[in-house]
C-alpha cells in the first residue's frame, strides 16, 4: 500500500527564541497503514511534532496535509485536532470513576444502541481487554489503563491513531505483548500508527518507516534496518545500538584505520575469533544478558563492548582474540 496519506511540509514551531525548542524545517511523508516511529531522548521535539500533526499545536512555519488537504489549526476550528485521527497522550485522559466500557462507549452516539455496543465489545477484544469490561478504571494496572485508552481512541473507525510514548508506563512483560497488538491491529485494519518515544527498541521493532529526531531537527527517516545498518551520524548509532565510540587515536590504538575523526560500532560487529587481522584483548567483565553475553574488552588502554553468544564461554581476566569487522567513520 503505497498511497501517501500525511506529508508534513518545512514544519518549525520554537517555544524559545533564546534557546533551541520545538522543532525547526523538518518535512516527511507517511504512507496509509504504516508505522511510523519518531525517536529522540527528552525535549527533542517529538511531542511538538505529533500535536502539530494532530492540529492541536499551530506551527509558526510550514504545514501538515492530510489527504490532500491542509491539517487546521486549533485557532481555526472550535475543537483541535483532525477528525480522521485520535492521539493517545501519556496520561491516557480516562475517567478514571466510570467503567472500561462506559469510557470507550462514551466515544460513540446513540443513535443506534445494538451497533455502539457491537463495536465497543469489538475493540475491546482486540486489545484483550473485554474481561475488563466492567471494571471501574481505578481498579486496572497501568498497562490496562493504556490499553482502554487505545481503544477509546480506536472505536470511532479513525484513519490514523497517534502515541505519545504509549508504553512509557508498561512493565517489560507487557510491553511486547502491547506492541505486538498494535502492529497486528495496523496491519488487519489498515490503520496508520504513528508514536514518539525515547526508547528505540519500540521503533525497530514496531516501525515500516523510522525518523530520528535531535534539538528539533529531522536528522533521519528510513526504514529501520537502513537507520540501524547505516546511520548517518554518530547520534543515531548512539541511540539506536548503544554503539561502541572511538576517537581516531584510540581506534588506531586497536588496529583500525580510519581517515575521519570519529570511528562507531555496534558490539555485535566484534568477531570474537582468532585470524590474521584479530587482535589480542583482555576481558574486564562479562555482563549476563541472558542469552548471551556482553563482554568489556580491553586492549592499549582502550575498552569496548563485544557480544558473546554462548554464555559463559570466557570469564574475566581472559585473553581473547577479536577484530572489529565492521565500522563506521564520522
Known amino acids: 500500500?503505497?498511497?501517501?496519506?500525511?506529508?508534513?511540509?518545512?514544519?518549525?514551531?520554537?517555544?524559545q527564541e533564546s534557546q533551541s525548542s520545538g522543532i525547526s524545517q523538518v518535512s516527511f511523508s507517511i504512507r496509509r497503514?504504516?508505522?511510523?516511529?519518531?525517536?529522540?531522548?527528552?525535549?527533542?521535539?517529538?511531542?511538538?511534532?505529533?500535536?502539530?500533526?494532530?492540529?492541536l499545536v499551530a506551527p509558526d512555519s510550514g504545514e501538515v496535509h492530510f489527504a490532500g488537504k491542509r491539517v487546521l489549526g486549533p485557532h481555526e476550528q472550535l475543537i483541535p485536532g483532525h477528525t480522521e485521527m485520535k492521539m493517545v497522550t501519556q496520561d491516557f485522559s480516562l475517567n478514571i470513576y466510570a467503567k472500561v466500557y462506559d469510557n470507550i462507549a462514551a466515544m460513540l452516539s446513540n443513535t443506534n444502541v445494538a451497533i455502539k455496543l457491537q463495536r465497543t465489545l469489538e475493540v475491546m477484544e482486540?486489545?484483550?481487554?473485554?474481561?475488563?469490561?466492567?471494571?471501574?478504571?481505578?481498579?486496572?494496572?497501568?498497562?490496562?489503563?493504556q490499553r482502554v485508552a487505545i481503544a477509546k481512541a480506536l472505536v470511532s473507525n479513525i484513519q490514523v491513531l497517534l502515541l505519545d510514548e504509549p508504553f512509557s508506563q508498561v512493565?517489560?512483560?507487557?510491553?511486547?505483548?502491547?506492541?505486538?497488538?498494535?502492529?497486528?491491529l495496523a496491519k488487519e485494519t489498515g490503520l496508520t500508527v504513528v508514536l514518539v518515544s525515547h526508547d528505540p527498541t519500540d521503533g525497530l521493532f514496531l516501525a515500516d518507516q523510522l525518523l530520528i529526531l535531535k534539538d528539533g531537527?529531522?536528522?533521519?527517516?528510513?526504514h529501520p534496518t537502513q537507520v540501524y545498518e547505516h546511520p548517518v551520524n554518530l547520534y543515531t548509532a548512539k541511540i539506536l545500538g548503544n554503539?561502541?565510540?572511538?576517537?581516531?587515536?584510540?581506534?588506531?590504538?586497536l588496529g583500525v584505520k580510519t581517515t575521519k575523526q570519529q570511528v562507531v560500532f555496534y558490539p555485535e560487529w566484534v568477531e570474537l575469533k582468532s585470524s590474521w587481522n584479530s587482535r589480542r584483548f583482555e576481558v574486564v567483565e562479562?555482563?549476563?544478558?541472558?542469552?548471551?553475553?556482553?563482554?568489556?574488552?580491553?586492549?592499549?588502554g582502550v575498552q569496548i563492548r563485544a557480544l558473546q553468544l554462548n554464555t559463559g564461554t570466557h570469564k574475566k581476566n581472559d585473553h581473547i582474540q577479536?577484530?572489529?569487522s565492521r565500522f563506521l567513520e564520522f
Open 1 to 15: 500500500m503505497n498511497e501517501q496519506l500525511i506529508s508534513v511540509q518545512n514544519l518549525t514551531k520554537q517555544y
Open 33 to 55: 497503514g504504516d508505522i511510523v516511529a519518531i525517536i529522540g531522548e527528552s525535549g527533542s521535539g517529538k511531542s511538538t511534532l505529533l500535536k502539530c500533526m494532530y492540529g
Open 126 to 145: 482486540q486489545l484483550h481487554i473485554g474481561h475488563l469490561k466492567d471494571k471501574k478504571i481505578s481498579e486496572l494496572s497501568g498497562g490496562e489503563q
Open 171 to 184: 512493565d517489560s512483560l507487557l510491553k511486547n505483548q502491547l506492541r505486538a497488538d498494535i502492529r497486528r
Open 217 to 222: 531537527i529531522l536528522l533521519q527517516n528510513d
Open 243 to 253: 554503539a561502541v565510540h572511538l576517537d581516531a587515536q584510540d581506534a588506531q590504538l
Open 286 to 300: 562479562v555482563y549476563y544478558k541472558g542469552f548471551y553475553d556482553e563482554l568489556l574488552l580491553e586492549r592499549n
Open 322 to 324: 577479536a577484530n572489529i
